[in-house]
């Protein structure tokens, strides 16, 4: 007789290989649940609220995959200095301003303050649910060589001096979306494992 029971499974939905490899990781430590990837741009509202766009988001995913349990991340770098930008902005702004580009709007200003927010849209069965977190920290004098977007120009304040990309694998236990997805997994364990 077959009784080999199937892990619960759920699906990220991103066109985005980095945010997958972290989110996957995570669940990894944290979870039984497995992590799969539906790879797909995702249609995205314009919204200064990231928490809006991953619901809007992931409501349109959700007309196509009924069956399927799926979460969104939706991220962004806000500069208290620049009012906030990019935001909402941040995947345009990386393509068009860039790094470089960034750095060079910050020369005019002595402070550097900064929060990288994650916001997480998952559903399940009808319910959605949505889960943020934000780090704080300072944008670098200069573009270290590691990691990737905004990496290698986000200090993260509990660390002090080191960017995202040169902590390395240290990010992904402090990082906006660890944080995040460690809400996600506390409200999955309790919703799909105790079932
Ligand atoms: P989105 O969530 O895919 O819309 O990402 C917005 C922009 O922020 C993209 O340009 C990403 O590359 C960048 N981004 C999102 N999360 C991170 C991160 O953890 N590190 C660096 N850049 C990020």
């Not at 300072?138 to 304040?157: A, C, K, N, R």
Request: net charge positive; charged share 25%.
């Amino acid at each position: 007789m077959n009784q080999t029971t199937k892990k619960p499974e759920i699906f990220l939905v991103t066109s985005n290989l980095h945010k997958y490899d972290e989110i996957y990781s995570i669940f990894k430590q944290y979870t039984s649940i497995q992590l799969r990837l539906l790879q797909a741009n995702l249609v995205e509202i314009q919204s200064s609220d990231l928490e809006e766009i991953a619901i809007f988001s992931l409501k349109k995913c959700a007309k196509k995959l009924k069956e399927k349990l799926i979460f969104v991340e939706d991220s962004g770098l806000f500069i208290k200095q620049l009012n906030g930008f990019p935001g909402p902005y941040s995947a345009y702004i990386f393509r068009t301003l860039g790094l470089k580009g960034i750095l060079t709007l910050m020369k005019m200003f002595k402070k550097r303050e900064a929060y990288f927010q994650s916001s997480i849209a998952v559903k399940n069965e009808n319910e959605i649910k949505v889960f943020t977190e934000r780090v704080q920290g300072q944008i670098s004098l200069e573009i270290s060589d590691l990691g990737w977007g905004y990496d290698p120009i986000f200090i993260p304040d509990c660390d002090g001096t080191l960017t995202y990309g040169e902590l390395g694998l240290k990010k992904n236990a402090l990082s906006h979306r660890f944080l995040a997805t460690q809400k996600l997994i506390k409200y999955l364990n309790k919703c799909i494992l105790v079932d």
